[in-house]
Nanobody
């Protein structure tokens, strides 16, 4: 079955950390760039971070120096390590393979 499955979301306090995982199945994972998006209530989905096949990464200005995207091709998994979390990071986080495949999303809530 072709799918992406995210996990790792939850409740974190401001300044805290979470690590999101995105496990792929049914695709040749290493052939694809992987990206994390997020969508907050009432807002459009926005690109948070990307990692290309070469390992090159790119980040939205709002998360630069706080979030780190990585990938493990053997495990067919992409990660988003989030630290220094802020309330404005609260959103549903989705992974995407750059070719139209989306996961179901995982909720991240940052609140004291």
């Amino acid at each position: 079955q072709v799918q992406l499955v995210e996990s790792g979301g939850g409740l974190a306090q401001p300044g805290g950390s979470l690590r999101l995982s995105c496990v792929a199945s049914g695709i040749f994972f290493s052939n694809y760039m992987m990206a994390w998006y997020r969508q907050a209530p009432g807002k459009q989905r926005e690109l948070v971070a990307s990692i290309y096949r070469s390992g090159t990464t790119d980040y939205a200005d709002s998360v630069k120096d706080r979030f780190t995207i990585s990938r493990d091709n053997d495990k067919k998994t992409a990660y988003l390590q989030m630290s220094g979390l802020k309330p404005e990071d609260t959103a549903v986080y989705y992974c995407n393979n750059g070719a139209g495949l989306w996961g179901q999303g995982t909720q991240v809530t940052v609140s004291s």
